[in-house]
């Protein structure tokens, strides 16, 4: 579906507003059309609130009771706070109750989250909630690293500096050793 017509002109016109205030000539050669590109840009990376997530298809299983897990698989959001995006690899993994997942479909359960501004706090709640909730799982579990180019490029100026986040429901909040088993292969 991606924006309308009306909110990418918004963009521009926000964009355009920007550009003036840091004493750009809008008119310029390489500046004219950049409020154009950033509309673009935004409505080709954050376009989520305007799809409805992947429903996974599920295949029914009777045998596997172990982790179920996809890792290193990278990824990019946009923070909130400054609208600056934060770039990294996450893990998820899950142990199958009556049900098991494609995993490409994990791939994309997890980047439907990433596809709107937020915190990486939330994109792990928002994405074990919903392993949670369309695998019916024993658990599911989230790891995420990423490094916040608002603190490589501004504030600290600490580029490289990675922030972990881990969610987990079910088993792995009882079984700390199926938890230290998933965040250690996570972390590799």
Known sequence: MGLSINNMANIERGVTIILKALGEDITREGIK????????????????QYTTIDI??????ETYHGIVMVHHIPFYAFCEHHLLPFIGHFAVGYIPDKKLVGLSKLVRMFRYWTKRVTIQERLAEQAVDTMMEQLEPHGA??????????????????????????????????????????????SK
């Open 56 to 61: 996974p298809t599920t295949f029914t299983q």
């Open 141 to 186: 579990i989230v790891y995420i690293s990423a490094e916040h180019t608002c603190m490589s490029l501004r504030g600290v100026k600490s580029p490289g500096a990675k922030t972990t986040t881990i969610t987990s429901r079910g088993v792995f909040l009882s079984d700390l050793e199926l938890r230290s088993q998933f965040i250690s292969e996570a």
């Open 33 to 48: 059309d950049t409020p154009k590109r950033v509309a673009k840009l935004y409505a080709d990376i954050l376009d989520s």
